[in-house]
C-alpha cells in the first residue's frame, strides 16, 4: 500500500532469530498470514521480520509461535516503515496488486476474503490523472457496504491515485448525464490530454468517452480551412476542438443543452486558445435560429442524431451546400435481414427527384455500388443499407427545407468502435449540394 504522495505505508512484522525463521515461515503460511508481497528484512541487531497480512498479528499466534512452534524464540512485533516488495509482487499487473492490497485490507479488519469478493473486483477501469473512474459492475457485493468508506482509500492506494469515483448508467435525459458517484476526494474535475487537445471536464456532470478517440484524430485531419462548421452536439467540445485546433476551420458554432457541458466546453475553448472562433448556442439545438451559414455539420450524438437532420439541412449553406457527418449506432445480426428505419419501399416511389439523389463522378481508386456511392472496404451491408437509407431521407429534407432538388453523395462511411454485441457506432460522411437551376 502506499501512503499520499506515494510514500509506502508501514508493513506488519513479527521477529525472531535467524534459526527459528524457517518455522515461522511455515507456520504462517499455513496459517495464510504470511504477506508475499514484501520481503523478509534482516533487521540492524541480527534478528529477521517477516511481513504478515493485516493491522496486526492476533496474541493467539504469537503465543502458539513462542510455545509450540519455536519453543525459546524470540516473538516480537514491529512496524516495517520502508518495506521493499517482493520480486513477485515487483511483477504484478494493477489489477493483481489491487487483488493483494483489499484481500490483505479486507482479513485485517476482520472479514473472511471469499472467491464472491474477489470475483467482484474490478479488472479494468479509466484513469483520469489522479481520478480512477471504476464500472458500475464491480464492488456491488453488499458486505462492501460495511467496509467504507475507507474501502476507497484502500483502492486508492493500491492503484496510486487520490480520488475514487463509480460510474453507473447514463441518464435517459437528453443531456446524457453521466450517473458517477465520487467516493473518495473532493470534486469530480479532471483533464485528459488527447492528440495535443486539453480536455477539462467534471466526470460526475459531463461524459467522455475513449472510444471516440480514433474519429477525433480523424476529424483533426480533415481539409476544413476557412470553413464554418456547426457542432449539433458540442459536448465539451470531443469534435469542437479538433475542428478549430487541428482541422483549420475558421468558426465554429457549438450547441449544447448541457449546462455542464458548457461550463467545461468554455474552459476548454480558453485553455486551448480558441475561444474566439467560436460561439456557444447554449439550449436545445432544434430551436437554432442559424440558417445558411455551414459548409459542414457534425451530428455527434448516438444512438442517432435523427432528430437533428433537419437543423443540419437548414444550417447547409442554400448556395453551396456542405458536409453532414452523421453519427448513428446500426445493428447487424449474422443472418438477418435488417431493415434500417425510413427503407421501405413505399418511401422509396415517394422520392420525386431518384435520378438527383447522387453525383456522377467518384474519386478514382474508390469502389462503387449499383448507384454510384464509394464504399470502404470493411463497409457492412448493414451499414450500407442504413446509410442509403440516410441519404434517401436527407435529399427529401434538403428539398423541404430549401424548397428546390438538391444532390446527395456518400462520400464515406467510417467505423468508430463497438457500442455493444452487433451494434456498431459508425459515422456518414454525406456530400450535399443544391442542383443547378435549369433554364
Request: include cysteine; glycine fraction near 8%.
Amino acid at each position: 500500500m502506499e501512503r499520499e504522495g506515494g510514500k509506502p505505508a508501514a508493513v506488519v512484522a513479527v521477529v525472531t532469530e535467524p534459526r527459528f525463521t524457517q518455522r515461522y515461515r511455515e507456520y504462517l503460511e499455513k496459517q495464510k498470514l504470511l504477506d508475499r508481497r514484501h520481503r523478509v528484512e534482516k533487521m540492524p541487531d541480527g534478528t529477521v521480520a517477516l511481513p504478515v497480512r493485516g493491522e496486526t498479528l492476533p496474541e493467539q499466534h504469537l503465543h502458539e509461535l513462542r510455545d509450540r512452534v519455536a519453543p525459546g524464540s524470540t516473538c516480537t512485533v514491529t512496524q516495517l516503515l520502508h518495506p521493499v516488495p517482493s520480486k513477485a509482487a515487483q511483477g504484478c499487473s494493477p489489477a493483481q496488486r489491487l487483488c493483494l492490497e483489499v484481500s490483505r485490507w479486507v482479513e485485517g479488519r476482520g472479514v473472511t476474503w471469499s472467491a464472491e469478493l474477489e470475483a467482484d473486483l474490478p479488472r479494468s477501469w479509466q484513469r483520469h490523472g489522479d481520478l480512477l473512474l471504476l464500472s458500475e459492475d464491480c464492488f456491488q457485493a453488499k458486505r462492501w457496504k460495511h467496509l467504507e468508506p475507507e474501502l476507497w482509500e484502500t483502492v486508492a492506494s493500491a492503484l496510486g491515485v487520490r480520488r475514487v469515483a463509480k460510474r453507473g448508467r447514463v441518464s435517459p435525459d437528453g443531456a446524457r448525464t453521466p450517473a458517477v458517484t465520487l467516493l473518495l476526494g473532493d470534486h469530480g474535475w479532471v483533464e485528459h490530454v488527447d492528440n495535443g487537445i486539453r480536455y477539462k471536464f467534471d466526470v460526475t456532470r459531463c461524459m467522455f468517452s475513449f472510444g471516440n478517440i480514433t474519429e477525433k484524430l480523424r476529424v483533426a485531419s480533415l481539409p476544413c480551412a476557412g470553413e464554418v462548421l456547426v457542432d449539433l452536439y458540442a459536448g465539451i467540445g470531443y469534435f469542437t476542438l479538433p475542428f478549430l485546433v487541428h482541422a483549420g476551420a475558421a468558426f465554429v458554432h457549438a450547441c449544447e443543452w448541457n449546462p455542464h457541458a458548457v461550463a467545461a466546453l468554455r474552459k476548454n475553448l480558453d485553455i486551448n486558445g480558441v475561444a474566439d472562433r467560436c460561439k456557444i448556442h447554449f439550449g436545445d439545438n432544434r430551436k437554432l435560429k442559424l440558417s445558411n451559414i455551414a459548409d459542414r455539420v457534425n451530428l455527434g450524438l448516438i444512438p442517432s442524431s435523427e432528430e437533428g437532420w433537419p437543423i443540419a439541412c437548414q444550417v447547409l449553406r442554400h448556395d453551396a451546400g456542405g458536409i453532414l457527418h452523421i453519427h448513428q449506432n446500426v445493428e447487424s445480426y449474422p443472418g438477418k435481414n435488417h431493415q434500417p428505419p425510413g427503407s421501405s419501399e413505399m418511401e422509396k416511389e415517394h422520392w420525386p427527384y431518384p435520378q438527383q439523389m447522387i453525383t456522377n463522378h467518384c474519386t478514382n481508386g474508390a469502389t462503387r455500388d449499383s448507384r454510384g456511392k464509394r464504399l470502404s472496404a470493411a463497409t457492412k451491408p448493414e451499414w450500407q443499407r442504413w446509410a442509403e437509407s440516410a441519404e434517401t431521407r436527407l435529399a427529401t429534407l434538403l428539398q423541404q427545407v430549401h424548397g428546390t432538388p438538391w444532390k446527395t453523395q456518400i462520400l464515406h462511411i467510417q467505423p468508430v468502435k463497438s457500442y455493444a454485441p452487433h451494434v456498431d457506432h459508425i459515422v456518414l460522411d454525406l456530400e450535399c449540394r443544391p442542383c443547378p437551376l435549369v433554364g
